[in-house]
């Protein structure tokens, strides 16, 4: 009965059955600095959609959970197939972020090209 709940939600004044899990897969960016998680398969119209997952310094698993489809006026779950990997993803990422030079602020920037 909890579970019949959770997977329904309310769009506009009707209540549209909800999908309980769509497998999303965990990509950085490492150059625009954050996390997304991609649905290669919508439920609903079998796209592909992308899901923001914070900064690369939060932890991208705490954006798993209800999401909007982009695709209609319903939502589905956000699940993770590979906790291993996911795992793997994030730890990869910020041993390259912690191995990278600080980057320059745009002050200091302007600062030496007026040197």
């Known amino acids: 009965m909890m579970h019949e709940l959770q997977d329904r939600m309310v769009a506009g004044a009707e209540i549209v059955p909800s999908p309980f899990a769509n497998l999303a897969f965990l990509e950085p960016d490492l150059f625009a600095g954050f996390w997304r998680w991609r649905v ?11 899901h923001g997952a914070g900064d690369l310094a939060a ?22 197939p590979l906790p291993r990997l996911t795992l793997k993803t994030i730890r990869r990422a910020h041993e390259f972020l912690s191995s ?16």
Not at 40 to 50: M, T
């Open 40 to 50: 290669r398969s919508c439920v609903f119209c079998g796209g592909e959609h992308l």
């Open 59 to 80: 932890d991208p698993r705490l954006a798993l959970g209800h999401r909007s489809a982009f695709c209609c006026r319903s939502g589905y779950w956000l699940c993770d």
């Open 100 to 115: 990278r030079p600080p980057a320059k602020t745009r002050y200091e920037f302007a600062g030496a090209c007026n040197a």
